[in-house]
């Protein structure tokens, strides 16, 4: 069974649309919201296979919650259910990281069409780089068994699974700047306010430098009041 975060602030068509999914042959898990950032909070909460999201919302717009959502999640399939559907709408989704538009009105059966091709694209996309290996100089993230291994000896290092967390998330951004309380709430699952959440990151930041000292290619560079980037010199 997909599970499918849908967004949408008109409350009816919320309505016709998940029990339209919900009715389908294979059928849908759907998880709702109002607006963008009550998206956000489901989307941390119920880690979707694929979002369905309107534009124009309250509160925060889909555009807002598309940018904060990619901040560290590259991979999960968003696709705009809009009116929205202008050039500029269009191309200003598409550089968001939006995967894909249907435009207003639509039947479920048609947005279950497009569900499937673009879960069908991103399942084949992943499974090319299902190793989730990330070369960083002489080393090389192993992300799933934890591991750092330098490629000029070929031993590996265990990490600790938040070690890994961390290091592939500035991996996945290398050279991109990775806000802070987006790590916090990924990671951590806190806000940037919370005091221990935060010296907890600056001490495992501290140990992954350490880590890397002797790869002069890699440096993890603090943003100030921003939050962290991995610049790596190809």
Known sequence: MIKLLLVEDDANLSYIIQTGLEDLI??????????????????EACKPDIIISDIDMPVMNG?????RIRETDPDTPILF???????????????????????????????????????????????????????LGHYTLDAPH????????????????RESQLLQ???????????????LSRLWGAEEGDYFASRSLDVFVNKLRKLLEDEPKVTIKTVRGVGLMLMYEE
């Open 26 to 43: 294979g059928g849908y898990e759907v998880t709702t919201a109002a607006n963008g950032a009550e998206g956000l909070k489901a989307w």
């Open 146 to 161: 934890a591991t750092l291994r330098d490629d000029r000896t070929n031993r590996p290092r265990a990490l600790t699974v």
């Open 63 to 67: 555009f807002d919650m598309v940018e």
């Open 169 to 183: 998330l500035l991996a996945e951004h290398k050279n991109e700047t990775v806000r802070r309380d987006a790590i």
């Open 81 to 135: 259910a809009s009116a929205l559907t202008s050039p500029r709408d269009v191309k200003a989704g598409y550089r968001l990281g939006v995967n894909n538009y249907i435009k207003k009105p639509f039947v479920p059966e048609e947005l279950d069409a497009h569900i499937h091709a673009m879960l069908k694209l991103t399942n084949g996309a992943k499974s090319q780089n299902e190793t989730e290996h990330y070369r």
